[in-house]
């Protein structure tokens, strides 16, 4: 039992973040999972994950849409900082 | 000796400043998927395949050629420091490679891998360099019959040298082969099992199922195992390199057996898994002391990564001349051709001849260069491998998505990779092997459609599976590879019957 509730601690907010893409966009939803994930599962301060969510982002921005031109799903938030 | 200046010539195209570049960009991403848990060769491929759309061919298949050696060598990173198998084929290496580490060995253990790796990929591709050609201009005589005998004889031989239960790999494979049939007939345009949706239209792209399976299963199943990485730390320098080299010049025969059991087991599609299971256990029979294996034995390390280097680069070999997948990675790669717009198949050698080569010269540089990064690198990928999971597990999640959106920018392909995750996961913990899934659903539509052409030419008689002796042998071959699993439970029930008959005599 303690199996499956650890996988199903990963898989709903697996799930719950492929669902927020459309609406959020890829970038707000991936930070959104990040930070979730660093403080439920590794208790590491507010600071310390909004940190390796924006720079793990902003790496596969620059990788994926400015190195390799391939365009990700954006959201309202994107268009507000005009990206 | 055409083979060699071909093989120059692909020097020449590999040798510029931009393809090394992206071989050096290959290699190193390939290590870090090799050593995270969740990414390795086949979904690494498909997450980074958009990634080439708009580069050439040439320095595409370069690129991700380089992220499969280099997610082979890193998977013995992983298998040796902390006992965690980055990919299933260095499970075998978890076995003398970790007690090595726990020794203090852990630099020797992973220069004996490395280098391992090394000698069976060169072999393997110095095999393909001459036999790839051969088999390409032989196979320029197949038509529809003969195509469809070979990829039945892909099915079958995976039945026949899996290592998994036959019926297993068997309901994975028909899964596959159901969901290769969804969406458009390519003969008559008629649409099957789509239910009227229009998100079935084209079907399932496996791309995103290797992504879900390999990706999301992965995570789901580290996560339940509740990891913290402890490991081994290690650090190489070149007087352990020389020693280890010298160590392993004493065991060549080692080397030999090995790269023949992976060269034979990834033509044929057994794959790297297997190979480095039966080299390992090989390699234990003939040794002098077979007590020593398990508890440190360098030989141990080599013949499985040996192997399964050899099979992950032969592998390539009937991709490259039949358009016949030999792992799932190769699959994916088969996957990229089709995108970038070639035609795998024996055409290839003649049509593009500097793709081939260019990508054949990458293998022997790709190779060295890889070595040469992976000796020099290790701390750095430990150092990665102490990140907590609750960093890494969101940041790959984030990564296979992006992976599936980038496939078609459809926002449907990524519930659809979710899907397959809870599946692969499910697969895993049943134990069900997921490569035969992914190669029928990669190699089903185009065994179909060889098989309709084949019954058109033959106006419906199935003979023409038998009328030529080559047809006819490939056909006889698949027959006795779906017999074997039968052998072996004939013997069992005999044995069974005799310890019976023993026992009432007695």
Not at chain 2, 100 to 129: E, H, P, Y
Request: glycine letters at 10%; a positive charge.
């Amino acid at each position: 039992m303690a199996q499956a509730a650890s996988v199903w601690a990963v898989l709903w907010p697996t799930v719950l973040f492929t669902l927020l893409i459309l609406p959020m966009g890829i970038y707000a939803a991936s930070v959104s999972l990040i930070v979730y994930f660093m403080r439920r599962h590794g208790h590491y301060g507010w600071w310390r994950s909004a940190a390796v969510a924006l720079g793990v982002m902003t790496l596969l921005f620059v990788t994926f849409e400015i190195w390799f031109k391939v365009p990700l799903p954006k959201g309202p938030l994107e268009a507000l900082v005009g990206l | 000796m055409d083979e060699l200046n071909n093989l120059f010539h692909g020097f020449g195209v590999v040798l510029t400043l931009g393809n090394l570049g992206y071989m050096l960009i290959g290699l190193l991403l390939g290590v870090l998927i090799g050593v995270l848990p969740g990414l390795g060769g086949a979904n690494g491929v498909a997450i980074l395949l958009p990634l080439t759309f708009s580069m050439n061919p040439t320095s595409a298949i370069i690129m991700l050629s380089c992220i499969y050696w280099g997610s082979l060598f890193g998977g013995a990173i992983t298998s040796i420091l902390f006992n965690i198998p980055g990919e299933p084929w260095s499970v075998a290496t978890t076995f003398d490679g970790y007690p090595m580490a726990q020794q203090g060995r852990a630099a020797q253990a992973l220069t004996t891998a490395f280098t391992s790796s090394f000698v069976g990929a060169l072999i393997a591709v110095i095999l393909i360099t001459f036999l790839a050609p051969l088999l390409a201009r032989f196979a320029l005589r197949f038509g529809p019959a003969e195509m469809f005998a070979v990829q039945f004889l892909t099915f079958t031989s995976f039945v026949g040298m899996s290592k998994e239960p036959p019926l297993k790999t068997l309901a994975s494979m028909l899964l596959g082969f159901a969901l290769a049939a969804v969406g458009m007939d390519m003969v008559t345009g008629q649409l099957r099992m789509t239910y009227g949706t229009e998100v079935l239209l084209k079907g399932f792209d496996f791309l995103i199922a290797v992504i879900g399976l390999f990706g999301i299963g992965e995570i789901l199943l580290t996560m339940e195992e509740g990891l913290s990485f402890k490991g081994q730390s290690a650090k190489i320098n070149f007087k352990v390199v020389f020693q280890t080299w010298k160590i392993l010049l004493t065991h060549w025969r080692t080397f030999l057996r090995s790269t023949a059991i992976g060269c034979w087991m990834g033509i044929t599609p057994g794959g790297a898994t297997p190979a480095s299971f039966m080299s390992y256990g090989m390699a234990r029979r003939f040794a002098k002391d077979p007590e020593r294996f398990g508890k440190g034995a360098i030989e141990g390390v080599a013949a499985p990564e040996t192997a399964a280097h050899a099979a992950g680069t032969a592998a390539l070999l009937p991709m490259l001349t039949l358009g016949i997948p030999g792992s799932p990675t190769a699959a994916v790669l088969l996957g990229g051709l089709l995108i970038w717009g070639l035609q795998p198949g024996p055409m290839l050698f003649v049509e593009q001849k500097e793709f081939v080569w260019g990508l054949i010269a990458s293998m022997y540089l790709g190779n060295i260069v890889g070595l040469i990064v992976v000796l020099t690198t290790v701390p750095w990928w430990a150092a990665i491998l102490r990140i907590p999971f609750a960093v890494i597990a969101p940041v790959i999640i984030v990564v296979c998505a992006i992976g599936a959106y980038t496939v078609h920018n459809s926002m449907f392909d990524v519930a659809m990779m979710m899907v397959f995750g809870v599946f692969g996961y499910l697969f895993k913990k049943l134990r069900y092997p997921l490569a035969p899934l992914v190669l029928a659903l990669v190699l089903g539509d185009m065994a179909e459609t060889n098989f309709r052409q084949s019954m058109l030419s033959s106006q419906g008689a199935l003979n023409i599976f038998w009328d030529n002796p080559l047809v006819g042998t490939l056909m006889g071959l698949s027959i006795i590879m779906l017999l074997v699993p039968l052998v072996g439970l004939l013997r069992e029930y005999f044995r069974k019957a005799e310890a019976e008959a023993v026992r009432l005599q007695g």
